[in-house]
T-cell receptor, first 114, second 108 residues
Framework: EAQVTQNPRYLITVTGKKLTVTCSQN?????MSWYRQDPGLGLRQIYYSMNVEVTDKGDVPEGYKVSRKEKRNFPLILESPSPNQTSLYFC?????????????FGSGTQLSVL | GQNIDQPTEMTATEGAIVQINCTYQ??????LFWYQQHAGEAPTFLSY????GLEEKGRFSSFLSRSKGYSYLLLKELQMKDSASYLCAVLSDYKLSFGAGTTVTVRA
């Protein structure tokens, strides 16, 4: 089954403790992206990747890191999480990230930073 | 990013029709998407418009007017399962930006 898999589904952590949210897709998509979703603000892009070893900042990249060493994986890293990073996070992918390609979303990760 | 506006909430009765409007201000327009998101779940693709006019897909239709920076999503014969948030997203200079979403509640 074609899908985007995110883990974990829920995560509670404390300020400053490094964490990684994993994302994997099995559709051989070149484009992958991370979004955060907050009430009243909609989905905001954190980082995106057009291909292996190619990553770029989105609208809200501060406090986050990503890597794209393999085509299928695009982990999101929070080196020193802070409470303002409490949010619902979605990973998404598409074939090339251009034109009319729909995004396939993972199931989401609800992160709480205490 | 782009300025994308859509109503926060709408309520309608089962079997009725609801129209969700989306206005945007952008340059380098490449297309407009509508996604559906049930509470606690991932967004799923509904429609894509790049040319002016109406695209019909079963009970759902999407309209675009590029000159007016306006789109709407029309949901007909509403069912309880249509209760969800509907996200308008604009592709501009190959960058996708989302509106805050419209929560539709369908009542029996």
């Amino acid at each position: 089954e074609a899908q985007v898999t995110q883990n974990p589904r829920y995560l509670i952590t404390v300020t400053g403790k490094k964490l990684t949210v994993t994302c994997s897709q099995n559709m051989n998509h070149e484009y992958m992206s991370w979004y955060r979703q907050d009430p009243g603000l909609g989905l905001r892009q954190i980082y995106y990747s057009m291909n292996v070893e190619v990553t770029d900042k989105g609208d809200v990249p501060e406090g986050y890191k990503v890597s794209r060493k393999e085509k299928r994986n695009f982990p999101l890293i929070l080196e020193s999480p802070s409470p303002n990073q409490t949010s619902l996070y979605f990973c998404a992918s598409s074939f090339s990230g251009k034109f009319n390609e729909k995004l396939f979303f993972g199931s989401g990760t609800q992160l709480s930073v205490l | 990013g782009q300025n994308i506006d859509q109503p926060t909430e709408m309520t309608a009765t089962e079997g009725a029709i609801v129209q969700i409007n989306c206005t945007y201000q952008t340059s380098g327009f490449n297309g407009l998407f509508w996604y559906q998101q049930h509470a606690g779940e991932a967004p799923t693709f509904l429609s894509y418009n790049v040319l002016d006019g109406l695209e019909e897909k079963g009970r759902f239709s999407s309209f675009l007017s590029r000159s007016k920076g306006y789109s709407y999503l029309l949901l007909k014969e509403l069912q309880m399962k249509d209760s969800a948030s509907y996200l308008c997203a604009v592709l501009s200079d190959y960058k996708l930006s989302f509106g805050a979403g419209t929560t539709v509640t369908v009542r029996a």
